[in-house]
């Protein structure tokens, strides 16, 4: 009789340990789960900086067609009055035909005008600028 | 005997109470600094994003004041600030050149001041000239350059118009 009633005790006690062990075990899952937490709020994402970039972009390209149709033009000043303003980020083409490269591909805006030569035939124009 | 149990069985279980304690406030101290934390994390967070909200509003702000008057300057004539317009004029056609823009009428500038924005300075180059007109020297929190390309007195050339905010 006395044997069982230690034997009872005995088990109660390893019943303790076992518990004081799963709430060990509990508090560090806890605390994983409370890390993972606040790195989440790490990651949260910063909203997204508006910018007027591609209006700047559309006026720039619609200052070189305006000043093209009021002056004598080549390909030749068409490439340099497009490269001193958007560098080695733009295309040109006229008729179709590309007279000028890009260095870069990214995100783009087009501009399209219509030039007269001086036999008053019409050239289409188009300024392809890239910008990050 | 009966005492001697009790005491015993008294003595056991005022431990049982103090492990689970222990056990307890440990565990639960634990979570709740961390949790302290987290909440600290989240606020500190919150705040960042705010005070990058209220940068970017003030950033697009001077944008669009900048864009706005560089795009006047380019664009009309206005006889009483020719920063808001600086073209010459058709007579015969009796209207505004756009893009073509005239030496005098830039130089002619006065400064203009929208709440804390101001415009700086403009800058025109071509062949033949190049030339800086400071309308404001003020102490500057941030700038912004737009860049626009026209005739200035029949040259190709390129306008910068500086707008700032103060400081």
């Given at each position: 009789m006395q044997?069982?009633?230690k034997n009872q005790k005995n088990?109660?006690?390893?019943m303790k340990n076992v518990s004081r062990k799963k709430g060990f075990a509990f508090s560090f899952e806890a605390i994983i789960s409370l890390m993972l937490f606040s790195l989440m709020l790490f990651t949260l994402s910063t909203p997204k900086q508006t910018?007027?970039?591609?209006?700047?972009?559309l006026e720039q390209e619609n200052d070189l067609i305006k000043v093209w149709s009021a002056t004598n033009w080549n390909e030749?000043?068409?490439?340099?009055?497009?490269?001193?303003i958007f560098g080695?980020?733009?295309e040109v083409w006229i008729n179709e035909k590309n007279i000028l490269q890009s260095e870069t591909k990214k995100n783009s805006i087009a501009s399209?005008?219509?030039?007269l030569d001086t036999s008053l035939n019409e050239n289409k124009v188009k300024i392809i600028v890239y910008f990050d | 005997m009966n005492t001697t149990q009790t005491k015993t069985q008294n003595a056991?279980?005022?431990?049982?109470?103090?492990?689970?304690g222990m056990m307890f406030s440990l565990d639960a101290s634990i979570s709740f600094i961390i949790l302290l934390f987290g909440i600290l994390l989240f606020v500190n967070s919150l705040s960042n994003n705010a005070q990058n909200v209220k940068d970017s509003i003030e950033t697009f702000e001077l944008e669009e004041k900048a864009i706005m008057i560089a795009d006047s300057l380019m664009k009309n004539y206005d006889k009483n600030n020719t920063l808001l317009g600086s073209c010459i004029i058709d007579i015969e056609k009796k209207r505004v050149k756009s893009n073509e823009l005239s030496i005098e009428n830039i130089r002619k500038a006065k400064p203009i001041k929208l709440k804390d924005i101001f415009v700086e300075k403009i800058h025109f180059q071509t062949n033949l000239i190049e030339e800086t007109i400071t309308?404001?020297?003020?102490?500057?929190?941030?700038?912004?350059?737009?860049?626009?390309?026209?005739l200035i007195n029949g040259e190709k050339g390129i306008v910068e118009v500086q707008t700032c905010r103060e400081e």
């Open positions: 044997r069982r009633v088990k109660q006690r390893l910018t007027l970039k591609e209006l700047i972009i030749q000043t068409l490439i340099k009055d497009t490269q001193t080695k980020n733009a399209e005008g219509t030039l | 056991g279980h005022t431990l049982q109470v103090k492990e689970k309308l404001e020297n003020k102490k500057t929190k941030e700038c912004y350059n737009v860049k626009r390309f026209g």
